[in-house]
């Protein structure tokens, strides 16, 4: 079983609208969590990271927040670009070694 | 700063050939890390190396070999190619510091048929 779920899977949002992306792990024990965009025919690049006592972290228009106790994680993304067209790949790092867990990833169209 | 590069960007196999995928970094990362992404599916951790001279296997590393000679370079080999390696592989590498901010290659998309 994945350690890291994610969803929706996929996703169709209407140009300068919000959408929120959920991530669900069960890593134990938590270091932890990073969200990547990436982009198609690319790599991934990291977007933001939560370590285990923060709540909510934001870069530019996204959103990142963290329940620890719940082991959930979401990312909002705010007035919706074209250029957010991307998956993003949820990804959760075990403590005590290098060892990182990733989810699926939510693939995010957005459509004009 | 070129970041991590890998070579080729796209490659046709014919089943039963053997290929060598190229990745190099220039940023003295210590960790470097081969994975496959299948379309659908999360990446998929192959080979890992924690610096020069030591390497290790992941998730699924059959049918794959790597070599970690010096720091900069990471190459992945196919020794006999098979239709279940058609995939896009990822190269990423990160530093002992920032254990989780892996940096990654555009990628390599590879069809054996």
């Known amino acids: 079983k994945n350690q890291v779920e994610q969803s929706p899977q996929s996703l169709i949002i209407l140009e300068g609208k919000n959408c929120t992306l959920q991530?669900?792990?069960?890593?134990?024990?938590?270091?932890?969590l990073r969200w990547y965009k990436q982009d198609t025919g690319r790599g991934p690049v990291s977007l933001t990271i939560?370590?285990?006592?923060?709540n909510t972290k934001s870069n530019g228009r996204y959103t990142a927040t963290l329940d620890a106790d719940t082991k959930q994680s979401s990312l909002h993304i705010t007035a919706s670009q074209l250029s957010d067209s991307a998956s993003y790949i949820c990804?959760?790092?075990?403590?005590?070694?290098?060892?990182?867990?990733f989810g699926k990833g939510n693939q995010v169209v957005v459509i004009p | 700063n070129a970041g991590v590069t890998q070579t080729p960007k796209f490659r046709i196999l014919k089943i039963g050939q053997s290929m060598t995928l190229q990745c190099t970094q220039d940023m003295n990362h210590n960790y470097m890390y081969w994975y496959r992404q299948d379309p659908g599916m999360g990446l998929k951790l192959i080979y890992y190396?924690?610096?020069?001279?030591?390497?290790d296997k992941g998730e699924v590393p059959n049918g794959y070999n790597v070599s970690r000679s010096t720091t900069e370079d990471f190459p992945l080999r196919l020794e006999l190619a098979a239709p279940s390696q058609t995939s896009v592989y990822f190269c990423?590498?990160?530093?002992?510091?920032?254990?989780?901010?892996?940096?990654f290659g555009a990628g390599s998309r590879l069809t054996v048929l």
């Open positions: 991530c669900n792990y069960t890593v134990s024990p938590f270091s932890n």
């Open positions: 939560m370590t285990f006592s923060e």
């Open positions: 990423a590498s990160n530093s002992i510091d920032r254990a989780n901010v892996l940096t």
């Open positions: 990804v959760v790092s075990e403590e005590g070694n290098n060892r990182l867990a």
């Open positions: 190396s924690v610096g020069a001279g030591i390497t």
